[in-house]
């Protein structure tokens, strides 16, 4: 549970003048309550890792905000390498199960999580979203989390990787905004390249604003509509599940 919604980030500041208690000013109960939050979700990611490790899959976090494509990219991407690959589902929203019925018609074992009033997945739901799952079956457990390009940043699912989805539509600063999600993801896929020609999207300044932030980060540009850069995201996910193989 969310703490502010500054969601257990102990940075956290304000821009204001005014003077108001802050946080551990009053009794220190605040800090140490996001701190042991953020230590037992640690704890639980950790032994959501180690069980992933065993079974020799890759997990992988789906982030971003709202509406950017994670579920379209992921039905896209099942639907092309069924074949290939052995995929699991877990699907995070605050409510309804629709985006785990729209995996299930690709034929992909899928199962929602529903966060209610929380605005992100944990280490807790999704160690426990994954026993829905024969997981020695399994060759990638992709984790699509609740729309949101804050609090998830603060969360590790024990996931191998974020991977934070940005459409065009968004606006090429959110790097810049965001700053967290980006720092925290090792790939950022810009979605919705069908839709440039209708916006004043700056796809040069997005890239560099999102390698000022994360200069480690690797970008690749797709549209699941028109098909263009969906494989390079696909040799992506076969190099790091052939380095999880190793
Ligand atoms: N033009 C265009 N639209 C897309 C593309 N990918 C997804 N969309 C559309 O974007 C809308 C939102 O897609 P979703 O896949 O539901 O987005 P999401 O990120 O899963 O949304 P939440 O789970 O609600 O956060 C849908 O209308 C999709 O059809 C794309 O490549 N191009
Ligand atoms: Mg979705």
């Given at each position: 549970m969310c703490i502010d919604c500054g969601?257990?980030?102990?940075?956290h500041h304000h821009d204001h003048d005014h003077e108001h208690p802050h946080?551990?000013?009053?009794?220190?109960?605040k800090i140490s309550v996001e701190e042991d939050l953020l230590a037992k979700n640690n704890r639980l990611a950790m032994n959501n890792r180690i069980r992933f490790q065993r079974h020799g899959l890759l997990a992988l976090n789906l982030v971003s905000?709202?509406?950017?494509?994670k579920t379209t990219i992921l039905e896209t991407t099942l639907k092309d390498l069924r074949g290939e690959l052995r995929f699991a589902v877990l699907e995070g929203d605050q409510q309804t199960s629709n985006d785990a019925d729209r995996i299930a018609a690709t034929g992909v074992p899928a199962h929602q999580i529903n966060t209610?009033?929380?605005c992100h997945l944990d280490a807790h739901m999704v160690g426990h979203g994954a026993e829905?799952?024969?997981?020695?079956?399994?060759?990638v457990l992709m984790i699509e989390n609740?729309?949101?390009?804050?609090?998830?940043?603060?969360?590790?699912?024990?996931?191998d990787a974020k991977v934070t989805v940005l459409s065009?539509?968004?606006?090429?600063?959110k790097p810049l905004k965001y700053p967290q999600m980006f720092r925290a993801s090792k790939l950022m896929l810009i979605n919705k390249l069908d839709l440039l020609p209708y916006l004043r999207f700056d796809l040069e300044k997005c890239r560099e604003y999102a390698r000022r932030i994360n200069p480690e980060m690797e970008i690749i540009e797709l549209s699941?509509?028109?098909?263009?850069g969906l494989d390079k995201w696909y040799d992506w996910l076969r190099v790091q599940l052939s380095k999880k193989k190793v």
């Amino acid at each position: 549970m969310c703490i502010d919604c500054g969601c257990a980030s102990p940075d956290h500041h304000h821009d204001h003048d005014h003077e108001h208690p802050h946080q551990d000013q009053v009794t220190g109960k605040k800090i140490s309550v996001e701190e042991d939050l953020l230590a037992k979700n640690n704890r639980l990611a950790m032994n959501n890792r180690i069980r992933f490790q065993r079974h020799g899959l890759l997990a992988l976090n789906l982030v971003s905000s709202p509406g950017s494509g994670k579920t379209t990219i992921l039905e896209t991407t099942l639907k092309d390498l069924r074949g290939e690959l052995r995929f699991a589902v877990l699907e995070g929203d605050q409510q309804t199960s629709n985006d785990a019925d729209r995996i299930a018609a690709t034929g992909v074992p899928a199962h929602q999580i529903n966060t209610g009033a929380g605005c992100h997945l944990d280490a807790h739901m999704v160690g426990h979203g994954a026993e829905h799952f024969a997981l020695e079956k399994v060759d990638v457990l992709m984790i699509e989390n609740v729309g949101n390009l804050v609090c998830p940043a603060s969360f590790d699912l024990g996931e191998d990787a974020k991977v934070t989805v940005l459409s065009v539509t968004e606006g090429e600063d959110k790097p810049l905004k965001y700053p967290q999600m980006f720092r925290a993801s090792k790939l950022m896929l810009i979605n919705k390249l069908d839709l440039l020609p209708y916006l004043r999207f700056d796809l040069e300044k997005c890239r560099e604003y999102a390698r000022r932030i994360n200069p480690e980060m690797e970008i690749i540009e797709l549209s699941c509509y028109s098909g263009e850069g969906l494989d390079k995201w696909y040799d992506w996910l076969r190099v790091q599940l052939s380095k999880k193989k190793v």
